[in-house]
């Protein structure tokens, strides 16, 4: 299929696709007597699989090394244990997004229900001691990792 096609079926559009084409990402691509790739049902595959990690925050080279050679053979062992670090990178996300919000309510919180009687300065230390007497569990937990995947 060309190009056109195949940006229409996947959503893609086509410089997108020439990217990963030119960065490894799509191999196999043949070229018709005009110049113009010639696309195979597969290719519409391996883009699926692209966007689906890149949704699931996998970075381009990661997801290089785990989709399959030319030949067509998975390397079942690394895509494993690069799904088991994302699923355990979410894990942590999500733990420190819950002590995240915890301490946001109790900041919204402690803001509503602040002395009135106190002047400005003193509210706001009254505010930081509410926070700092009450750090929300899991506020122990490690930062990210700095080549840990954004959040999308």
Known sequence: MKIGELARRSGLTPSRIRFYEASGLIQGVARQENGYRDYG???????????????????LEDIRSLLPS????????ELLASLERRLADIEALQQRLVATRAQLLLAIDSVRNRPEEMDCSDRAQWVLAQLKAHEAPG??????QPDAPAPR
């Open 139 to 144: 506020s122990d937990l490690p930062p990210p």
């Open 70 to 77: 030319s030949q067509g053979h998975w390397q079942h062992q």
């Open 41 to 59: 049902p597969q290719t519409l595959k391996t883009l699926e699989i692209i966007i689906g990690a890149q949704n699931a925050g996998f970075a």
